[in-house]
T-cell receptor, first 112, second 114 residues
Framework: DAKTTQPTSMDCAEGRAANLPCNHS???????VYWYRQIHSQGPQYIIH???NNETNEMASLIITEDRKSSTLILPHATLRDTAVYYC?????????????FGPGTSLSVIP | NAGVTQTPKFRILKIGQSMTLQCTQD?????MYWYRQDPGMGLKLIYY???????DKGEVPNGYNVSRSTTEDFPLRLELAAPSQTSVYFC?????????????FGPGTRLLVL
């Protein structure tokens, strides 16, 4: 079973920030939080990952709570092209990036 | 640099037929994976490989076989196709060095078993 829980679906108005939550209450100390997205019929695309500090790149920001039991992916200015399924995954790097388990993810709809 | 390529893009099989799904990468990544994705569902890990000559089972390995004779290629074999294997199959690689560890996915192979 996936180690994370996410809402099944969310809507976001175009131009507004999309905040996608993820719970990972059983995360281990050496496990990173990864976010991917999958646009319809395409292969998943990496977005961002982090261990305990907040991270930001050109696509998104990742906010991880201090206890690391949950995180939020933030798309600062959502566009219609951000409509996709977003997957939150936890996995340990360098030791066991093997059985990476994808859950059903959150289906984000960006509305004009 | 083509990344991860998969062939064929689409295939229809009859029950009991066999086929090989090809996956090739040109990024020299050690880790490679095969996932399947059923309609409306997340990805399920079938097999993975941490390097040439080394493979291991994932969540749903039954009905499939893999081999990894080179770093570049990771073919997935279906010996006796069944309707339950109708799915989209994704191959992926993982780079395990530096601060930009990430998983790269191919475009997928759509398989229909009738």
């Amino acid at each position: 079973d996936a180690k994370t829980t996410q809402p099944t679906s969310m809507d976001c108005a175009e131009g507004r920030a999309a905040n996608l939550p993820c719970n990972h209450s059983t995360i281990s100390g050496n496990e990173y939080v990864y976010w991917y997205r999958q646009i319809h019929s395409q292969g998943p695309q990496y977005i961002i990952h982090g261990l305990k500090n907040n991270e930001t790149n050109e696509m998104a920001s990742l906010i991880i709570t201090e206890d690391r039991k949950s995180s939020t992916l933030i798309l600062p200015h959502a566009t219609l092209r951000d409509t996709a399924v977003y997957y939150c995954i936890v996995s340990a790097q360098k030791t066991s990036y093997d059985k990476v388990i994808f859950g059903p993810g959150t289906s984000l709809s960006v509305i004009p | 640099n083509a990344g991860v390529t998969q062939t064929p893009k689409f295939r229809i099989l009859k029950i009991g037929q066999s086929m090989t799904l090809q996956c090739t990468q040109d990024m020299n990544h050690n880790y490679m994976y095969w996932y399947r994705q059923d309609p409306g569902m997340g990805l399920k890990l079938i097999y993975y490989s941490v390097g040439a000559g080394i493979t291991d089972k994932g969540e749903v390995p039954n009905g499939y076989n893999v081999s990894r004779s080179t770093t570049e290629d990771f073919p997935l074999r279906l010996e006796l196709a069944a309707p339950s294997q109708t799915s989209v199959y994704f191959c992926a690689t993982f780079r395990l060095q530096g601060a930009k560890e990430t998983q790269y996915f191919g475009p997928g192979t759509r398989l229909l078993v009738l």
